[in-house]
C-alpha cells in the first residue's frame, strides 16, 4: 500500500492533490503543531494578473496549540472571501462549473480550522474524482509523540504502508536507507512545470488549485494535470 502524510493546507497548490491522487491512503494530521507563518491557512490566486494571497482569520491563541485546537475568527467574513475569489475569476472558463464548490467550501459552517480545512479538501477531491481514502492521523494507532521521521513510520508501520510518498521538498530531510530499514520504499513526488492560458500576458505558476480549476476543464485536470509528476 503506498501512504502519503500531510498538514492540512486550505486550496493549495495542485502538487497537493497530486500527492492525494496517487496514494492508496492519504493521513491529514490534526495532531501536529500549527505553523504560523505556513501555508495552512492561505495561498494565492490570481487577481489583476498578479499573485495575491487569500487567508483564513484565526482567532487569537497560544502558538503551541496543534491544527486542530485552533478556532477561525469570530470575525471571518466568509462572503468576503468569496467576493475575492469571484472578482477574481468570473471571467474563467470553469467558473460557472467551479464557483458553487468554492462556495460550498468558504460558507462551510464549522469553526475549527482542521475541519474547515479537511472539508474543503474532501470537497476538491470530489470534484476532480479522487478517490483515495483520507483519513485523520488522531485516528492511527500510531505513536504520535514521536517526531519527525520517526512519526511517519510509526504511521506508516500503523497502516501496514509499503511505500511513503513525499513532496520533492522532502528530499534533504528523509533517508531512503532509514526508510528501507523498516521495510518501507521511499519516493519523492515532483510536479511537472506547466503552464495554461489564464487571462493573457505571463504565466503566473503554482497557485492555488483553485486558479487550475477556474481555468483548465475538469476532465483535463482529473486525467491529464493530475498525472503530471514524476516519482523520484
Known amino acids: 500500500m503506498k501512504i502519503g502524510i500531510m498538514q492540512p493546507y486550505f486550496l493549495p497548490y495542485i502538487g497537493y492533490f497530486q500527492l492525494i491522487n496517487c496514494?492508496?491512503?492519504?493521513?491529514?494530521?490534526?495532531?501536529?503543531?500549527?505553523?504560523?507563518?505556513?501555508?495552512?491557512?492561505?495561498?494565492?490566486?490570481?487577481?489583476?494578473?498578479?499573485?495575491?494571497?487569500?487567508s483564513i482569520p484565526l482567532k487569537k491563541d497560544s502558538?503551541?496549540?496543534?491544527?486542530?485546537?485552533?478556532?477561525?475568527?469570530?470575525?471571518?467574513m466568509r462572503e468576503k472571501l468569496l467576493n475575492k475569489f469571484y472578482e477574481s475569476y468570473r471571467k474563467a472558463p470553469?467558473?460557472?462549473?467551479?464557483?458553487?464548490?468554492?462556495e460550498s467550501i468558504v460558507r462551510f459552517k464549522d469553526d475549527n480550522l482542521f475541519n474547515y480545512i479537511r472539508n474543503s479538501v474532501q470537497r476538491v477531491c470530489e470534484y476532480f474524482e479522487?478517490?483515495?481514502?483520507?483519513?485523520?492521523?488522531?485516528?492511527?494507532?500510531?505513536?504520535?509523540?514521536?517526531?519527525g521521521v520517526d512519526r511517519v513510520l510509526s504511521i506508516c508501520k500503523s497502516e501496514g504502508a509499503r511505500s511513503y510518498i513525499n513532496p520533492i521538498g522532502g528530499l534533504d530531510l528523509y533517508s531512503r536507507?532509514?526508510?528501507?530499514?523498516?521495510?518501507?520504499?521511499?519516493?519523492?513526488?515532483?510536479?511537472?512545470?506547466?503552464?495554461?492560458?489564464?487571462?493573457?500576458?505571463?504565466?503566473?505558476?503554482?497557485?492555488?488549485?483553485?486558479?487550475?480549476?477556474?481555468?483548465?476543464?475538469?476532465?483535463?485536470?482529473?486525467?491529464?494535470?493530475?498525472?503530471?509528476?514524476?516519482?523520484?
Not at 502558538?63 to 471571518?76: A, E, K, N, T
Not at 470553469?94 to 468554492?102: A, D, L, Q, S, W
Not at 479522487?130 to 517526531?147: E, M, Y
Not at 519523492?188 to 477556474?214: C, E, H, N, T
Open 23 to 54: 496514494v492508496d491512503e492519504f493521513v491529514l494530521y490534526d495532531n501536529i503543531k500549527y505553523t504560523k507563518k505556513g501555508w495552512i491557512n492561505r495561498n494565492r490566486i490570481l487577481l489583476n494578473g498578479e499573485d495575491v494571497v487569500f
Open 63 to 76: 502558538d503551541s496549540l496543534d491544527v486542530c485546537d485552533r478556532w477561525v475568527s469570530p470575525d471571518f
Open 94 to 102: 470553469e467558473f460557472g462549473n467551479f464557483f458553487p464548490v468554492i
Open 130 to 147: 479522487i478517490g483515495t481514502n483520507i483519513i485523520i492521523s488522531s485516528h492511527v494507532c500510531a505513536d504520535h509523540t514521536l517526531r
Open 177 to 232: 536507507d532509514g526508510f528501507s530499514k523498516q521495510g518501507v520504499d521511499l519516493f519523492f513526488l515532483k510536479s511537472r512545470p506547466s503552464s495554461y492560458p489564464q487571462y493573457g500576458g505571463g504565466f503566473v505558476p503554482w497557485l492555488s488549485i483553485v486558479d487550475v480549476a477556474m481555468f483548465n476543464p475538469h476532465e483535463v485536470v482529473a486525467r491529464h494535470m493530475l498525472n503530471d509528476y514524476d516519482l523520484i
